[in-house]
């Protein structure tokens, strides 16, 4: 168990509709990650925020949109959606990076399955 | 700006034999971590091993060791004893020390053969 948490795990839906990807990252982590996989592809980066604020931004298409809460907890808001958004969506944690603070890596949520149909 | 280059997308492995996994990076920061990733069948993400850049000693965990070759910007993963459970799509990462951007790359099928 990674410690993150993502609902939910499975989604399915219809073009043209929104949706909304929750995560919960692990404890004391202040960096948020969201990533798209598509079906035998890698991982594409979507968006990155540090203690409620966006910090980079990856190929993430107008439709989509993120936010990181005073929790800490990040949503990932699809909307428009279209059959080509089908994908595995993976929130990702870290700590901040400063010294001393951290063991370098991402720790992944299992995951938001989502099917567009 | 960083790139993370693995250039076999796919390897297969008997099982019991060993097998490597070539990963190439580019930066200029001389301060960094690379990881080593597993994604099995169901997809879940997880961390196989972990290197310093300015620790030396390649890292190891259980039958999963790196060669890392800092000046050739080298981070290979020679994996063991090959287990039908090392199946998997395998990701190289790169992540600057005092950064906080991933640099992951195209990732490399393994498959292994009973």
């Known amino acids: 168990d990674s410690g993150v948490t993502q609902t939910p795990k499975h989604l399915i839906t219809a073009t043209g509709q929104r949706v909304t990807l929750r995560c919960s990252p692990r404890?004391?982590?202040?960096?948020v990650y969201w990533y798209q996989q598509s079906l035998d592809q890698g991982l594409q980066f979507l968006i990155q925020y540090y203690n409620g604020e966006e910090r980079a931004k990856g190929n993430i298409l107008e439709r989509f949109s993120a936010q990181q809460f005073p929790d800490l907890h990040s949503e990932l808001n699809l909307s428009s959606l279209e059959l080509g958004d089908s994908a595995l969506y993976f929130c990702?944690?870290?700590?901040?990076?400063?010294?001393?603070?951290?063991?370098?890596?991402?720790?992944f949520g299992e995951g938001s399955r989502l099917t567009v149909l | 700006a960083q790139t993370v280059t693995q250039s076999q997308p796919e390897m297969s492995v008997q099982e019991a034999e060993t097998v490597t996994l070539s990963c190439t990076y580019d930066?200029?920061?001389?301060?960094?971590?690379l990881f080593w990733y597993k994604q099995p069948p169901s997809r879940q993400m997880i961390l196989v091993i972990r290197q310093e850049a300015y620790k030396q000693q390649n890292a190891t965990e259980n039958r999963f060791s790196v060669n890392f070759q800092k000046a050739a910007k080298s981070f290979s993963l020679k994996i063991s004893d090959s287990q039908l459970g090392d199946a998997a799509m395998y990701f190289c990462a790169y992540r600057r020390s005092y950064g906080q951007n991933f640099v992951f790359g195209p990732g490399t099928r393994l498959s292994v053969l009973p």
């Open positions: 990702a944690s870290s700590h901040s990076g400063l010294a001393g603070s951290n063991t370098g890596e991402l720790f």
């Open positions: 930066t200029s920061e001389s301060d960094y971590y």
């Open positions: 404890s004391g982590d202040l960096s």
